[in-house]
C-alpha cells in the first residue's frame, strides 16, 4: 500500500530513539489494545494509556542506558487501507540483550487525509526470544 513501508521505517525509528513525541503522532486518538502478561492476564488499554506506558519505558531506558531491539517479522495487508505488521521487541543493557520480548500484532489504517496511524494492537509478552529466532530461521 502507498508509503506504508516508508511510515512503518518510522514508526520502528521513532520507536527506536524513544521518540515520544513521535509516537503521538502515528497512534490514533482512537487507539485499542490488549496484552496478555506472561503470566496470562489480560489488560485492555487506550491512546492515554497507551502514551503513559511508552513514556514510562523510554524515560526508564534513557535513564538506565537500554536500548530497544526491534525485528519485523511479517507485513501483510489486511483490509482495504489496513496494514498488519508484526514485530517483536526486546531490550539491551548493559551489552546483554533480554531473554524475552514482546510480540506485537500492529494494526495501521491510512486516514483520509493519506496519515498512516496505528489503530490497534494485540501483544503477547514475555516470549522467549529464542522461540522468535526459530520462527525467522524457518
Known amino acids: 500500500m502507498s508509503g506504508f513501508q516508508e511510515f512503518l521505517d518510522d514508526f ?5 530513539n ?3 513525541d513521535d509516537m503521538k503522532y502515528k497512534i490514533s486518538d482512537t487507539y485499542q489494545a490488549r496484552e496478555i502478561s506472561s503470566q ?7 491512546y492515554k494509556e497507551s502514551i503513559e506506558g511508552w513514556d514510562q519505558a523510554f524515560t526508564a531506558f534513557k535513564n538506565d542506558e537500554s536500548s530497544w531491539i526491534l525485528k519485523k517479522l511479517a507485513v501483510t495487508p489486511i483490509r482495504r487501507n ?4 508484526i514485530i517483536f521487541a526486546t531490550i539491551e543493557s548493559n551489552g ?3 531473554e524475552t ?3 506485537f500484532f500492529n494494526t495501521f489504517r491510512k486516514g483520509a487525509e493519506g496519515n498512516w496511524k496505528l ?5 503477547e509478552a514475555g516470549v522467549p ?3 522468535v529466532d526459530q520462527l525467522i530461521k524457518e
Open 12 to 16: 520502528l525509528t521513532s520507536w527506536q
Open 18 to 20: 524513544s521518540s515520544l
Open 40 to 46: 496470562s492476564e489480560r489488560y485492555d488499554f487506550g
Open 82 to 85: 489496513e496494514m498488519l505488521a
Open 96 to 98: 546483554k540483550q533480554s
Open 101 to 103: 520480548g514482546n510480540v
Open 119 to 123: 489503530v490497534r494492537s494485540y501483544i
Open 129 to 131: 526470544i529464542d522461540y
